[in-house]
């Protein structure tokens, strides 16, 4: 994702926090802590004024690593739905293991899928719609897709195509 914490819509967050249960009042105490933090920005060795941002959570607080990997709980929640749905499926990578289809590390991501078109159609949709509804947006300069030597070259041009739409 490019810019992960600046980008993050304090909504969503406020979102996923429901959806996961969280107290109203601490919910709208951590809406407070994100939402009101006044910025100046030094241009030129001289601050500007102040201004509210109106997304985003700021790098270097630590409540944003745990905000943000609470977020990243939701997008992972709609892989696991999709794979009970059978619309995507994990790489084994151990005999009789559950295949798995995401690592998040902060603000990195990695996917482990089953290549074909299907799989790799409905795996574009949810990253889509999450973005969309978070506000995140993919970094295609840092994005990398990395195939099995098997891999037939229809798969590996078509998951290349549907990822840098």
């Known amino acids: 994702?490019?810019?992960?914490?600046?980008?993050i819509r304090?909504?969503?967050?406020?979102?996923?926090?429901?959806k996961l249960g969280f107290p109203r009042n601490w919910i709208d105490l951590i809406y407070k802590c994100i939402s009101t933090v006044p910025y100046s920005v030094l241009i030129n060795g001289r601050t500007t004024n102040v201004f509210n941002p109106s997304c985003g959570l700021r790098q270097g607080d630590p409540l944003s690593p745990i905000l943000?990997?609470?977020?990243?709980?939701?997008f992972s929640a709609?892989?696991?739905?999709?794979?009970?749905?059978?619309e995507i499926k994990g790489v084994s990578i151990a005999r009789d293991s559950p295949p798995p289809t995401d690592l998040f590390f902060a603000d990195d991501s990695f996917f482990?899928?089953?290549?074909?078109?299907?799989?790799?159609?409905?795996?574009s949709t949810i990253l889509k719609d999450y973005?969309?509804?978070?506000?995140?947006?993919i970094n295609y300069h840092k994005?990398?897709?990395?195939?099995?030597?098997?891999?037939?070259?229809?798969?590996k041009n078509y998951s290349i195509s549907l990822f840098l739409i």
């Not at 973005?131 to 947006?137: A, K, L, V």
């Open 143 to 155: 994005s990398q897709i990395f195939f099995i030597p098997k891999t037939p070259i229809d798969i």
């Open 112 to 123: 482990f899928l089953h290549l074909d078109n299907k799989i790799l159609s409905n795996f």
């Open 68 to 74: 943000f990997s609470i977020c990243n709980e939701s």
């Open 1 to 7: 994702m490019s810019k992960t914490f600046n980008r």
């Open 78 to 86: 709609s892989l696991s739905l999709a794979i009970i749905r059978k």
């Open 131 to 137: 973005c969309d509804d978070s506000g995140q947006i």
């Open 10 to 18: 304090w909504n969503f967050v406020v979102h996923v926090l429901e």
